[in-house]
């Protein structure tokens, strides 16, 4: 399996959930970006790296027990997306983000965005929401098994980045076959999984792609 880039951000995060989500293995990279510390701590892991301006770390005391990568306040980067960095530049390819939803919302903005800086430098990213995944795909399908497509669970798909063509969706409640979505039209909002084998493909373009969490 190949190994991951697991970032801790500081948005919303429930750290039940994150518990229960996180799965790290040997040889993952764990990066708490600024006051993600907070929430990984809660939960009993220890970072490999802490990064950002430390502006919104509530446990300031227990820096020193920690690689900390400290960044200016004033720069171009979110701490999300220097976090992002910082694990390509260790040469992973799958990343893993939480805490990037909720909160403040200009910042739920830019950690989609870094979806896509993943997916521009030959990398894969997803955002584990505390009750919705959100990953983006390009020219590409994306297949569901029958247990992962529960009878009732929604999911919502966006073009992303311009008109999104030949996009087509199988198995779900309201399917798709090779049609162009429009960036401004969110026609694909709220479509249900039918407990069956599903599929979701776009020819040409990206797609958004939001989930519920089982």
Known sequence: MMKKCVIVGAGACDSQKLRERIALEDGDLCIAADGGLDYLLSVGITPDIVLGDMDSIKVQDALDSFFVK?????????DMLAAIKEGLA??????????????????????????????NHGARGTIWGDDM?????????????????????????????????????????????????????????????????????????MLLICMEMK
């Open 70 to 78: 400290r960044l200016p306040a004033e720069k171009d980067d979110t």
């Open 90 to 119: 260790a040469g992973y390819q799958q990343f893993s983000l939480f805490g990037a939803l909720g909160g403040r919302l200009d910042h739920t903005i830019a950690n989609i965005q870094s979806l896509l800086y993943l997916l």
């Open 133 to 205: 995944l959100v990953l983006l795909i390009r020219n590409e399908s994306l297949f569901f098994t029958a247990e992962e497509a529960e009878n009732g669970r929604r999911i919502s798909v966006f073009a992303f980045g311009g008109d999104a063509q030949g996009v087509t969706e199988k198995g779900l409640k309201y399917p798709l076959d090779h049609v162009t979505l429009k960036q401004e039209f969110p026609v694909g909002v709220s479509n249900e999984f039918t407990g069956q084998d599903a599929l979701v493909e776009v020819q040409n373009g």
